[in-house]
């Protein structure tokens, strides 16, 4: 590629970085539209981690840290927490520029490197997760990051460069992207590493295979130097926990539906027609890695809420990246450059709902009518007092109650809607009732009434433990800002708050079946419509 459209594509993806980026701080702070619960989730690691607190020794979460450092850090900085997830998305999208650049530049020609570079740049970049619902959101920002290393780590190592070589920035991209993986999301590690590692090997590029090898080890050198030897056995420990949780719902269509649901099956023939295709095109090697990646794409899917197969767009310019340049017939008489430029075009149709949510959210965002729009944290200056949320969505605390159970209006049905037995907990047998919505209202309330605390540290039994976010209570040490229903830094708690109404009726269930199992001294102190608070010890 001539120097010329190396400065072309460069002009483009910094052009694509000034106009998200830009455009998403104008607002003068972070106006969501939904998945407050995720919100609420992200701010309580991020606070955490501003304060010092280290991941997966002082809370618990099975998301790796490098998720949440860079919005940590702009919050100690002293940026509001609405401005430092913007910030930390225009940071991570300059900090990997210069790889984006690079790998478009070295391997692709000028349309497609223009083409790779702004769809990993909109991934780190976007206000929203993907698919096709437009409401703004930061909820699952980790997903789209660890998407956009995940391209970048896949195109280095199928597509060996034919624009300029440089072995030890192929192999610091690669592996610096892998290593990036494991400490943001492990479930894209998990998928991809074995396809990446055969990509190098049977594209011959090995010395950037070790030169990826040497990049990963120096990243989790940093990371064993700051945190220590003790960080990889807790964080191990915090996959194997959520992992074995009896409570962690799967995030939507089971796995077999990945792959044959209505609206998944017409994606896994383009990827399988992708394989045998290039094949017959004589791409031996990029066909054998892309039937490899296939089970990684569809696990990463499955993985993910909402099932967004934000992988299509990345096969697209792999298949027009690979195929052949002059015609090819295949054994059928089929055309075969022809034929994988229409399975690229179909291809794209099927991600462009999802890309096109992402690449304007942040001008969605900008035009905003704030009208209705409060501060999420009902703060009006300080670190939590920039992110905002629609009032009703907030405020309007809601009850989800069952009406079929013994003694109840439609009781005759008991037996027939199979509700499962009612949790129990000390002599007290709680009501079929989840909350829908109002989260904020009802932390905000809740805790204002917890004088009885005077501000020790209050373990709560349901999916959030966010209380300290809205009034002056200490955090929960050792706390899973999002519980999947165990006791995680129960024992460093004064108190222990159990909503007879809980957010997560099952999470809410698996934690007093585990207070009770460990037979924990609790005193009553308070009990009202909505809670019990017992004294722990």
């Known amino acids: 590629m001539s120097k010329t459209n190396r400065g072309a594509v460069l002009l483009v993806l910094v052009a694509v970085l000034i106009a998200m980026g830009g455009i998403s701080l104008l607002k003068g702070g972070f106006f969501i539209g939904k998945h407050e619960g995720d919100t609420i989730h992200l701010v309580d690691i991020v606070m955490r981690m501003s304060m010092g607190q280290k991941p997966h020794s002082d809370f618990m979460t099975p998301i790796g840290f490098l998720a949440f450092a860079p919005m940590s850090m702009f919050v100690a900085w002293g940026s509001g927490i609405g401005h430092a997830i913007i910030q930390s998305q225009i940071f991570v999208a300059i900090a990997l520029l210069p790889a984006i650049w690079w790998v478009s530049v070295s391997r692709l020609p000028k349309r497609l490197a223009m083409g790779f570079g702004v769809v990993v740049l909109v991934m780190i970049l976007a206000l929203v997760h993907g698919e096709a619902n437009s409401a703004v959101s930061i909820s699952m920002h980790y997903n789209r990051w660890a998407w956009a290393l995940a391209y970048l780590a896949i ?8 624009y300029g070589q440089s072995r030890i920035a192929d192999g610091a991209i690669i592996g610096g992207a892998m290593a990036a993986l494991v400490l943001i999301k492990v479930t894209y590690f998990v998928a991809f590493a074995l396809p990446v590692v055969l990509a190098l090997i049977v594209t011959r590029q090995i010395m950037t295979f070790v030169y990826a090898i040497i990049a990963g080890l120096i990243v989790a050198g940093a990371v064993t130097a700051l945190y220590g030897v003790d960080f990889w056995f807790a964080y191990l420990a915090d996959l194997q926990a959520v992992a074995s949780s009896e409570t962690r719902a799967a995030p939507g269509l089971p796995l077999d539906q990945i792959l044959i649901a209505p609206a998944y099956m017409g994606i896994t023939a383009i990827g399988v027609a992708g394989v045998i295709l290039l094949r017959q095109a004589g791409a031996m090697a990029g066909g054998l890695v892309l039937l490899t990646l296939l089970p990684g794409f569809v696990y990463v899917t499955y993985q993910n809420y909402g099932n967004d197969p934000q992988w299509l767009l990345l096969f697209a310019i792999l298949v027009l990246a690979l195929r052949p340049e002059t015609d090819r017939r295949a054994p059928s008489g089929l055309e075969l450059r022809g034929a994988l430029g229409i399975l690229a075009v179909i291809a794209l149709t099927f991600g462009a709902p999802s890309l096109l949510n992402m690449a304007y959210s942040p001008f969605r965002h900008n035009a905003v009518d704030t009208t209705d729009y409060i501060p999420m944290f009902f703060e009006t200056e300080g670190a939590l007092s920039d992110l905002y949320a629609f009032a009703p969505r907030i405020v309007q605390v809601t009850e989800k109650r069952g009406l079929d159970g013994v003694g109840e209006y439609f009781h005759e049905w008991n037996e027939l809607a199979d509700r ?48 300290w976010l809205y009034q002056d209570f200490a955090p929960v040490t050792g706390a899973a800002p999002w519980n999947y229903g165990d006791l995680s830094g129960f024992e460093n708690a004064s108190h222990l708050l159990v909503p007879t109404c809980p957010m997560s009726a ?6 007093l079946d585990a207070i009770t199992d460990a037979e924990a001294s609790l005193t009553e102190i308070d009990r009202t419509e909505m809670y019990i608070l017992y004294e722990i010890g």
Do not use: K
């Open 420 to 467: 499962g037995e009612p949790t129990e907990f000390m002599g007290m047998t709680f009501d079929d009732c989840t909350l829908d919505g109002g989260m904020a209202a009802y932390s905000e309330s809740i805790g204002a009434e917890l004088t009885a605390v005077n501000g020790q540290p209050v373990f709560v039994a349901d999916i959030f433990n966010a209380l």
């Open 506 to 511: 099952q999470v809410h269930g698996a934690i």
């Open 155 to 162: 195109m280095g190592s199928i597509l060996p460069p034919i």
